[in-house]
Each structure stands twice: as structure tokens, then as C-alpha cells.
């Protein structure tokens, strides 16, 4: 097993914007702050959808109570809410909503 950091890589479209070390319980929204990315925001509690980002590559678990900003059709275009999800693996995320 390695010790090396998980990171969050933060891309507009095809071109990156920043990157940040991955913490552990700090959303997406928090860790885009890190690497200096602007994500709109609204609400920060998931009910406005405002912060929906696209996520390409890693792992970011959803509830099972799919929270009011999400939804499934959303989430099949590989939607997240950067404000209330947190990764657990290294992850590529499209600040490009997916509507």
C-alpha cells in the first residue's frame, strides 16, 4: 500500500484549473477553494443545484437519499453537488455543469 495523497484535479472542459490534496470529510466545493476555483454556489446545503460540477474520473458517494439539488437523469450525465459530496479516491472534476 502506498502513502501517496490523493488529489482533485479541476477541469474546464478540456483544460485544467487547479488541483488540491484530497482531506478527508472536505467537499468538493471546499477543496476547489484550495486550488483557487471558483464553483457557483447557493445554498451549500444541496437543495439548489447550484453547485452541480460533472465528475470524470473517481469516486464520490452519493446518499441514498438523493439530495434535492440531484437527480437521476443529473446523475447518469455524471452530475455531483460540490457542496455537500466528498471524494474518497482521486478524482477529475468538469466545473462544466451537465445540463
Known amino acids: 500500500?502506498?502513502?501517496?495523497?490523493?488529489?482533485?484535479?479541476?477541469f474546464r472542459g478540456k483544460s485544467e484549473i487547479g488541483?488540491?490534496?484530497?482531506?478527508e470529510n472536505r467537499t468538493i466545493l471546499d477543496l476547489a477553494e484550495d486550488a483557487g476555483v471558483e464553483i457557483p454556489r447557493n445554498c451549500t446545503s444541496g437543495t439548489c443545484g447550484t453547485c452541480i460540477v460533472r465528475l470524470i474520473t473517481g469516486t464520490v458517494p452519493i446518499p441514498d437519499e438523493i439530495p434535492l439539488g440531484l437527480d437521476e437523469y443529473l446523475m447518469k450525465e455524471g452530475g455531483i453537488l460540490s457542496c455537500c459530496l466528498c471524494p474518497i479516491t482521486s478524482c477529475e472534476i468538469d466545473i462544466t455543469p451537465p445540463i
Do not use: G
Open 1 to 10: 500500500m502506498t502513502n501517496e495523497a490523493l488529489s482533485i484535479r479541476f
Open 19 to 23: 488541483k488540491s490534496t484530497i482531506i
